[in-house]
């Protein structure tokens, strides 16, 4: 049975940090993609982050680029959203996915 299990949302001000993860299980994690998807209060899901099974490969959304850092450790089976300079925009519940399975999501609350 695969399993993602994200952590690390929390409330944080504006400008702040965090540091979200998802580990995987049940499946050979470094033979695939990985991406973290969020849904902001009344939005609809939208991706965020990906990346490839060759770390240098990843994808980020125009809202987040270079405030956001994508990584992951096959070792740990886990992936990493490094989040910086967040903004109350990035309020959402984000969801990391892989394989078209997907994580509970994690809350994260960008406030003042």
């Known amino acids: 049975e695969v399993q993602l299990q994200a952590s690390g949302g929390g409330l944080v001000q504006p400008g702040g940090s965090l540091r979200l993860s998802c580990g995987a299980s049940?499946?050979?994690?470094?033979?695939?993609?990985i991406a973290w998807f969020r849904q902001g209060p009344g939005k609809g899901r939208e991706a965020v982050s990906c990346i490839d099974k060759v770390e240098n490969n990843t994808y980020y959304a125009d809202s987040v680029k270079g405030r956001f850092t994508i990584s992951r450790d096959n070792a740990k089976n886990t992936v990493y959203l490094q989040m910086n300079n967040l903004k109350p925009e990035d309020t959402a519940v984000y969801y990391c996915t892989l394989r078209g399975f997907w994580g509970q999501g994690t809350l994260v609350t960008v406030s003042s």
């Open positions: 049940g499946l050979a994690f470094e033979d695939y993609a």
